[in-house]
């Protein structure tokens, strides 16, 4: 599962690089909800690294919380933007913090589309599979919001 997950997110990756033209160089994020975390994001050109604290719930009512540090790659821009709206893929090392995962190592693969709003503003809709050992495979929608400050 590990391995088709990191090969399908190579196989993006490697993709995204061939279809890059309209994102800006330099980008750095301030991430307010849930997707890649609550924490910071920096991009250069079609890639990211993340990192910040994670809250999803596995079971209705119930939050469970990691610290997630991981990276992100963009492909497919939607429009010609300076700033294009795009989809992403991304691979992540969580650690939790609480509940059954408390002290595990995971392994995040996601995947998704974020909807450059107005100017920095945007949206993400994805989705995320987690896996640990000793737990299911876990997957959870990841919305998210997020305020970009493009650097030239």
Known sequence: MKQLGISIFLLLAVSGTQAQT?????EFSINGFRNPSVGAEYRYK??????GYYPT?????????????????WFLSVGKRTNPSSFYAGASYLRGLDRDY???????????FRWMVWKGLNLRI???????????????????????????
């Open 22 to 26: 309209y994102f800006s160089t330099h």
């Open 126 to 152: 994805g989705v995320i599979a987690v896996a640990a050992t000793g737990e299911s495979l876990k997957i959870n929608p990841t919305p998210g919001i997020s305020y970009s400050f493009f650097i030239k």
């Open 57 to 73: 719930a596995f079971k209705s009512g119930e939050n469970t919380g990691f610290i997630k540090t991981g990276f992100t790659t």
């Open 102 to 112: 408390k002290d595990k190592n995971a392994l995040g693969i996601e995947t998704g």
């Open 46 to 51: 079609h890639v990211s690294v993340h990192a």
